[in-house]
């Protein structure tokens, strides 16, 4: 079937609206119609560094409506409201033992621009075209794996849940899959982004006496406050890992670090308590540690974590109920813009205006 996408041809070039072949869907494969798709950093890395053959249709934080399902698919019926999240085998060892996100074949899955059995499913003037995380959701139409689709609420609205696919995912389940905080401890989140915000709000959800958010822009620290920080301190202003220990007498038991800049995340790792655990979950460069002072001498952990060691099909209905209930309020960090946007929207987040964009595809 021909469809409509956003197609990116090369290094750094903007995205450009063209009509695509998208072939039908395999026994084991799901046909969606996006209705939302959100734009998350790692599209802007994809796009900019390279990180799946070009050309290429990103997203990977698509919501939409089952149109057609294989022969094979058992748990996705048609007109079933879904999100859909990363791609992951089912069968290698991590898989198996419930941390997918960490699937042996997850790099070729997301970023060779194939699916698993090798082939293609967009094409263009006869041409391959990748696909990215198994989906690209920056398009009309996408045909995933039965594995990458995670059946949601009808009555929530379907355009809002496209980025519990990935960047809400990744900073919630950091807090509540992995670091797993105690009733009463402390956690220090660096960086209010989507991802951040994300993890404040899970730290809550979580039950934690301090949450102290950091970042150098004061209107994501207002938010921050309003979704469930305790404390919050502008980098560019204070010494903070003082600050982080006069509040928690001694330093957090847990951080987040989201940013990926290496002099923050070596507050993040001296802002911890012995034996504190600090989880780098932003795209990091080379950084050098004083390996004894810094972490072996008080029994610290830094630990990497992808899309926050979610199982989606279990955890993203876990999100939509708390945000049903009120817990869990992600639609404030949400800013929604039409398809033909696309490009403004990437802008808009590159700039910090917009913390997690959204383009609206189809009603």
Do not use: W
Request: aromatic fraction near 6%.
């Amino acid at each position: 079937m021909k469809i409509k996408a956003a197609v990116t041809h090369g290094l750094g070039e903007d995205f450009t609206f063209e009509e695509v072949e998208l072939a039908e869907p395999n026994a084991h494969e799901v046909l969606v119609k996006i209705v939302a798709s959100g734009v998350c950093h790692t599209d802007a890395v994809a796009r900019d560094l390279g990180l799946s053959p070009f050309p290429v249709v990103l997203g990977h934080e698509g919501s939409g409506i089952v149109e057609k399902v294989g022969s094979a698919v058992t748990s996705i019926e048609e007109g079933d409201h879904v999100v859909l999240s990363f791609a992951y085998c089912g069968h290698c060892e991590n898989c198996l033992t419930g941390h997918p996100t960490v699937c042996l074949n997850f790099n070729d899955l997301n970023f060779g621009g194939q699916m698993q059995d090798g082939t293609n499913r967009i094409h263009q003037h006869d041409h391959a075209v990748s696909t990215f995380f198994g989906q690209s959701s920056f398009g009309t139409f996408a045909v995933t794996n039965e594995r990458n689709v995670v059946k949601v609420d009808k009555e929530v609205d379907l355009a809002l849940l496209g980025p519990l696919g990935c960047g809400i995912q990744t900073g919630a389940g950091t807090v509540l899959n992995r670091l797993k905080p105690e009733f009463g401890s402390s956690i220090a989140v660096f960086g209010s982004g989507a991802v951040g915000l994300s993890a404040i709000m899970a730290a809550k959800i979580a039950g934690c006496l301090n949450i102290i958010a950091v970042d150098i822009h004061e209107n994501r620290l207002e938010l921050a406050k309003e979704l469930g920080a305790t404390h919050t301190l502008n980098g560019k202003e204070v010494d903070v890992v003082k600050e982080i220990k006069a509040i928690t007498g001694g330093g957090t038991h847990f951080a987040v670090e989201t940013t990926g800049v290496p002099p923050v995340v070596k507050q993040a790792i001296h802002s911890l308590r012995p034996l504190g655990s600090c989880a780098i979950v932003g795209v990091t460069p080379e950084i050098t540690f004083d390996v004894h002072n810094d972490i072996m001498a008080e029994g610290k952990t830094i630990m990497g974590v992808i899309e926050g060691d979610s199982i989606p099909q279990v955890f993203i209905p876990q999100l939509v109920n708390y945000f049903k209930r009120g817990m869990f309020p992600f639609d404030k960090l949400i800013k929604v813009y039409d398809f033909e946007q696309i490009n403004e929207a990437f802008e808009d987040s590159k700039k910090g205006t917009a913390i997690k964009p959204i383009v609206k595809i189809a009603e």
